[in-house]
């Protein structure tokens, strides 16, 4: 059993390295979650996440905290099911797209199926 933390190397926070995944990365969405993703050429192979919610769509703090606790978590839980190329670090941002408050089962089933399709379009 592996351990299913979060450390603060696991978490992308630079904003040299979001600007970055933004302007040249890739992405695609499972609705209600917008995914950003790149691969990045390192050292260490490491994968580092992100998640935001716009305050268009929930303007009280206490919704996309609640929202971005959830998609940490459901991350978190099920981050196993990415293999990391040798060399490589890859870099994610979770958006939220939807206008109403998620389940956090149905937020774990978008989850997974998202890390699936980044673990396949990472090893083609």
């Known amino acids: ?3 299913q933390g979060l450390p603060k190397a696991e978490r992308l926070k630079s904003r040299e390295s979001l600007e970055q ?6 992405s695609f969405s499972v609705f209600p979650i917008k995914v950003f993703y790149q691969l990045v ?15 268009r769509n929930f303007k009280k703090a206490v919704d996309r905290n ?7 978590e ?17 870099n ?6 939807a206008k109403e408050l998620p389940e956090f089962t149905t937020l ?8 699936q399709k980044i673990n ?3 090893h083609k």
């Open 66 to 72: 609640r929202i971005k606790r959830l998609l940490r």
């Open 41 to 55: 050429e390192v050292t260490t192979p490491n994968i580092e996440m992100a998640v935001g919610v716009s305050s």
């Open 92 to 97: 994610i941002f979770f958006l939220y797209l």
């Open 108 to 115: 774990k089933k978008q989850m997974q199926e998202i890390l």
């Open 1 to 3: 059993m592996t351990k």
């Open 74 to 90: 459901s991350y978190r839980t099920q981050k196993e099911l990415i293999s990391i190329p040798e060399g490589k670090k890859i």
């Open 21 to 26: 995944l933004f302007a040249s990365g890739k």
């Open 120 to 122: 396949e379009r990472v």
